[in-house]
């Protein structure tokens, strides 16, 4: 198989910056906040008064309600597909009847970003190129499983690929991470010769990544699905066996890292 581009979409590094960089402000307004706060007490001479507010009685449990159970036998409907999704499930419904050409058109629109993940995963593009072509190759076996769920095809060939490493790595000593290496070959180290924001653009985007690889497994995880490989939070809770909000609580929390992680004098 021929090694497909890893380059990560610019607009998904874009992206990154700016949630990063609204995190950091959030923080620094935050904590500007404070400080004025505790100087405004200090100043009047008194402590803040802080009150204990209980919910519930000692003892007693709160109860969240969760989402109604769907009633046993019952089907669950999701909306049909658009757009560019629905091109893709046509495909999917073409290769189910056999047809061997719209799978391939398939493999053309979804081994980059496969490729891309996997390779973020391992930092080896003789390992990437194989679970690769080995995700492709037992989604054509199990094609004809493949139903609606509203969900682009695209997550569940990221799912294949996401149970295939840790296949390849179930002596559970992998640590997700994205080695210096991954940073260059992926486009986060650009040229120093062109236009002045295209050099500044790539410094950042070289910082960005090396911070990236100081989170934790799943926050890097998440980072990678949504902004490098540009999945919705609805794909990326399919991928990762998440519900959505806690999708966006570990996107948060993975951005709030990054931003604490970045050098002082950063800025994004």
């Keep these: 198989m021929s090694r497909p581009c890893a380059r990560p979409e610019a607009a998904g590094l874009a992206a990154l910056r700016a949630a990063v960089a609204d995190v950091r402000h959030e923080e620094r307004t935050r904590s500007a906040r404070a400080a004025l706060v505790g100087r405004d007490l200090l100043d009047a001479g008194r402590r803040p008064a802080y009150r204990v507010v209980t919910p519930t009685r000692l003892g007693s449990t709160a109860v969240v309600p969760g989402p109604a159970p769907v009633p046993a036998g019952e089907v669950v409907a999701f909306a049909p597909p658009e757009g560019e999704v629905a091109l893709a499930f046509a495909l999917v419904q073409r290769a189910q009847s056999g047809d061997a050409e719209a799978f391939g058109e398939l493999y053309d629109r979804y081994v980059d970003q496969v490729y891309r993940y ?43 690929a996401r149970n295939l490493i840790a296949d390849h790595y179930k002596s559970g000593r992998y640590r997700l991470e994205l080695t210096t290496e991954d940073v260059a070959l992926s486009g986060g180290a650009a040229a120093v010769d062109g236009p002045e924001p295209e050099v500044l653009e790539a410094m950042q985007n070289e910082v960005l990544l090396t911070a990236v690889k100081q989170l934790g497994p799943e926050q890097q995880e998440c980072i990678v699905l949504r902004f490098l490989q540009g999945l919705s939070v609805a794909e ?33």
Excluded: C, H
């Design 118 to 160: 996997v390779y973020y995963r391992v930092g080896s593009q003789q390992v990437a190129e194989d679970l690769t072509s080995e995700t492709f190759l037992r989604a054509l076996r199990r094609i004809a499983s493949f139903t609606w769920q509203g969900r682009d095809v695209g997550a569940w060939f990221v799912t294949i």
């Design 236 to 268: 990326t809770a399919q991928v990762m066996g998440k519900n959505e909000g806690a999708v966006k609580a570990l996107q948060y929390r993975a951005t709030r890292a990054l931003g604490r992680l970045l050098p002082e004098g950063v800025e994004l």
